[in-house]
């Protein structure tokens, strides 16, 4: 029996691969590397000694997805595959709709087909929009403000929709807050491509000097320090909460979303200071105007999470800050 993990070889789903092998699970990973590379197959199998079966596939592709079932024993399907960038999303809408749709689409039909009815997804809590009060509870109205968004929300709705048809279903949208950090081997973490959209992997290239830097979007929020306010959570954390998922998803039917996050918020500048503390670096900084779309505060009410899987993020803002500048240079000195 094996999971199979599509988008397996980015960033979340190489750590979640770690963390079931670790507990014991077969993993087969299929990612076309789009944003990833196939290196990243040989680091999971230096950290956990086993090596994950490796497709290079686009999920989109229904015959290559019928190879993969007919070559494995699939019990669960863990789908991390999609495009992630919100700007980019907004002005390629066609191609955010088509792929993370097109994706999640062939993935259920091949499930339906094959009676393989474990879902767990990479849901967001973009979500939970611009006009909930934090701490976001699952159970909030949901919205999206731009494509990337609509795409997690229609998904989730996809499989809805899907649990209600078929009761045999057991499908899980986790809404994860801010993914940061890297595994503490250094082997594997996060790599962007070109401007990094998101914090933490911004802060780690002015450190390191590819950039001059930080841009703090804003410093005007109704936050105690005006700017913006987020959930970060090591990605180890994250991955621990799919291996929780998959134990939930075993006796479970029906559709449920669960939040992943540390259920505390932490402002830009503090991300910040806690960085130059940690790792001993100066991170220059400049205010500029505000992200069109950022909120002011995002952070979890965690509750749902410890009550139905038994998970809690164990690991802190330190842990976090001082493990994605250990993969940073790992990463730089080995390019
Ligand atoms: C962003 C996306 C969200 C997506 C998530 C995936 C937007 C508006 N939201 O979330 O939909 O699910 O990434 O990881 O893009 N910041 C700066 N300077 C920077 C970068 C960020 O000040 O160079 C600030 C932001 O204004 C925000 C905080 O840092 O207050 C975190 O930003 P980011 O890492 O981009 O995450 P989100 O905005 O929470």
């Known amino acids: 029996m094996a999971v199979l993990l599509t988008g397996g070889t980015g960033y979340i789903g190489s750590h979640t691969a770690v963390e079931l092998i670790n507990a014991g699970y077969g993993v087969v990973i299929a990612d076309d590397l789009s944003n990833s590379e196939e290196s990243v197959v040989d680091r999971i199998r230096m950290i956990t000694g086993t090596a994950p079966v490796f ?8 015959s290559k997805l019928e190879k993969i079932f007919a070559e494995n024993d699939i019990e669960a399907v863990i789908h991390f ?5 919100v700007g980019e999303s907004v002005s390629e809408p066609l191609m955010y709709y088509r792929n993370n749709l097109d994706s999640a689409l062939s993935v259920l039909e091949t499930m339906k087909e094959r009676g393989c009815t474990r879902f767990i997804f990479s849901s967001s809590a973009t979500v939970y929009g611009m006009h909930n009060q934090v701490p976001f509870r699952e159970d909030m109205p949901r919205s999206s403000t731009n494509p990337y968004g609509s795409t997690k929300l229609m998904i989730e709705m996809i499989m809805e929709d899907l649990c209600t048809a078929d009761p045999s279903f057991c499908c ?17 973490g996060e790599k962007p491509s070109g401007v990094p959209n998101n914090l933490t992997p911004y802060i780690q290239q002015v450190a390191s000097g590819i950039r001059e830097k930080l841009y703090v979007f804003g410093d005007d929020y109704d936050t105690p320090d005006g700017t913006g306010v987020r959930d970060y959570i090591h990605v180890t954390d994250l991955a621990a909460g799919h291996l929780a998922a998959m134990k939930y998803s075993s006796d479970s039917r029906g559709f449920t979303a669960v939040n992943l996050g540390t259920g505390r918020g932490y402002s830009v500048l503090e991300m910040v200071r806690a960085f130059e503390k ?17 909120i002011a505060s995002c952070y979890a009410d965690v509750t749902k999470a410890r009550e139905l899987f038994g998970w809690e993020a164990g690991k802190g ?8 500048w250990n993969w940073e240079r790992n990463r730089t000195a080995s390019e």
């Open 81 to 85: 595959a999609g495009f992630k960038a």
């Open 317 to 324: 803002l330190e842990d976090m800050l001082r493990d994605a």
């Open 278 to 294: 940690v790792n001993g670096v100066k991170i220059p900084y400049e205010i500029s105007p505000r992200r069109p779309g950022d």
């Open 172 to 188: 899980v949208a986790l809404r994860y807050f801010n993914p940061v950090g890297a595994h503490p081997s250094g082997l594997i």
């Open 55 to 62: 497709y290079r596939a686009d999920v989109k592709d229904r």
